[in-house]
């Protein structure tokens, strides 16, 4: 009897050790498949999932890229959740060694590990001045490229605050600005249709009011002088598009500069500039869209900053001495 009972236990304690043995090796496969990365995990690159990509197509780049064992156990794993529906097309950057199921936690939260910076332009910024922004922010960044492309945007890269990924391209970068701009001009969509004069105009004029007024209430009245110029045809006459004809920050025209043969000279061309001079923001846009007019034609900003208005020739005339000389 004592023998029988020694051969019940020891084979009691022989399915306990396999049982036991079985659920580690289970566990240890488990840990394997989801949750260590494999052997040759990239390391320090950057994985694309392509927004034309279907989830099939994407697991199998994965596989075949090494981030995933397994392109048949990652869709099922995913299938089961429904995450292969929810998955973020992007460009994954992978810095450590991930296993399946972090991979997978990243896509469908759209965690893509690049670096990004904030760089800001001012509202006036022309695309000159935004590529010395960005030579800074990012010195790994196309600004060559970007400078090309965005050139003919000019006045339409809204100026604002960007979270820009190290690795963003100067066609994102300048599409995103454009995106940018139009959302923001969604604010004007009551007042922008009851205007009389075209986008293309407001822009241009609103690029005008960031360089040559300060506060609101100043850019209001300067855009009803100088819309009241153009009405009586009378030359802008304008010192801001001096700076952008030179391509510099800020510039004070000579004599000389006056005769410069450019479209952008309002001294010799009367009416708008061809194009905006700067990227203009919402503040400058409104007060472009609805001007303040008052009796003044003429305007300058003094010593002290303040702008000071005249109705006549003379009254300015008198102004530039008292302020200015």
Same mark, same amino acid.
């Given at each position: 009897?004592? #023998?029988?009972?020694?051969?019940?236990?020891? #084979?009691?304690?022989?399915?306990?050790?396999?049982?036991?043995?079985?659920?580690?090796?289970?566990?240890?496969?488990?840990?394997?498949?989801?949750?260590?990365?494999?052997? #040759?995990? =990239?390391?320090?690159?950057?994985?694309?999932?392509?927004?034309?990509?279907?989830?099939d197509? @994407?697991?199998?780049?994965?596989?075949?890229? *090494? &981030?995933?064992?397994?392109?048949?156990?990652?869709?099922?794993?995913?299938?089961?959740?429904q995450?292969?529906?929810? &998955? $973020?097309?992007?460009?994954?950057?992978?810095?450590?060694?991930e296993? !399946?199921?972090?991979?997978?936690?990243?896509?469908? /939260?759209?965690?893509?590990?690049? =670096?990004?910076?904030?760089?800001?332009?001012?509202?006036?910024?022309?695309?000159?001045?935004?590529?010395?922004?960005?030579?800074?922010?990012?010195?790994?960044?196309?600004?060559?490229?970007?400078?090309?492309?965005?050139?003919?945007?000019?006045?339409?890269?809204?100026?604002?605050?960007?979270?820009?990924?190290?690795?963003?391209?100067?066609?994102?970068?300048?599409s995103? !600005?454009?995106?940018?701009?139009?959302?923001?001009? %969604?604010?004007?969509?009551?007042?922008?249709?009851?205007?009389?004069?075209?986008?293309? $105009?407001?822009?241009?004029?609103?690029?005008?009011?960031?360089k040559?007024?300060?506060?609101? +209430?100043?850019?209001?009245?300067?855009?009803?002088?100088?819309?009241?110029?153009?009405?009586?045809?009378?030359?802008l $006459? &304008?010192?801001? &598009?001096? *700076?952008?004809?030179?391509?510099?920050?800020?510039?004070? =025209?000579?004599?000389?500069?006056? +005769?410069?043969d450019?479209?952008?000279?309002?001294?010799?061309?009367?009416?708008?500039?061809?194009?905006?001079?700067?990227?203009?923001?919402? @503040?400058?846009?409104?007060?472009?869209?609805? =001007? %303040?007019? %008052?009796?003044?034609?003429?305007?300058? %900003?003094g010593?002290?900053? /303040? !702008?000071?208005?005249?109705?006549?020739?003379e009254?300015?005339? +008198?102004?530039?001495?008292?302020?200015?000389?």
């Amino acid at each position: 009897m004592a #023998h029988l009972t020694h051969l019940v236990v020891h #084979h009691v304690h022989r399915r306990i050790r396999a049982y036991v043995l079985g659920g580690i090796l289970v566990l240890a496969l488990i840990v394997y498949l989801f949750l260590l990365p494999p052997l #040759h995990f =990239p390391k320090g690159e950057t994985i694309e999932v392509r927004e034309d990509a279907t989830f099939d197509e @994407t697991a199998e780049v994965l596989e075949a890229r *090494g &981030v995933v064992r397994s392109a048949l156990l990652f869709k099922a794993v995913a299938r089961i959740g429904q995450a292969d529906r929810a &998955v $973020q097309a992007g460009r994954y950057y992978f810095e450590h060694p991930e296993g !399946m199921t972090s991979v997978l936690y990243r896509l469908v /939260q759209g965690i893509t590990g690049i =670096p990004s910076v904030r760089v800001t332009f001012p509202e006036g910024y022309t695309v000159r001045e935004m590529v010395l922004v960005l030579e800074e922010a990012l010195p790994e960044f196309d600004t060559d490229t970007f400078y090309e492309e965005a050139l003919s945007f000019e006045g339409y890269l809204f100026p604002d605050t960007y979270l820009v990924p190290f690795d963003a391209t100067a066609t994102e970068l300048v599409s995103r !600005m454009r995106a940018t701009f139009d959302t923001r001009m %969604t604010s004007l969509d009551d007042v922008l249709p009851l205007s009389s004069r075209s986008l293309d $105009q407001i822009v241009t004029m609103a690029s005008i009011l960031e360089k040559e007024a300060k506060t609101e +209430e100043d850019m209001r009245i300067v855009s009803g002088i100088l819309w009241d110029r153009i009405e009586i045809g009378m030359a802008l $006459q &304008v010192d801001a &598009v001096f *700076g952008y004809i030179k391509g510099v920050d800020t510039y004070h =025209p000579s004599g000389e500069d006056l +005769e410069i043969d450019s479209p952008y000279n309002t001294y010799m061309h009367r009416g708008l500039p061809p194009t905006p001079i700067g990227n203009p923001g919402l @503040t400058a846009i409104r007060a472009a869209l609805s =001007p %303040t007019h %008052t009796e003044y034609l003429y305007y300058l %900003t003094g010593r002290d900053g /303040q !702008m000071y208005y005249a109705k006549t020739f003379e009254e300015h005339k +008198e102004n530039r001495d008292r302020y200015l000389d």
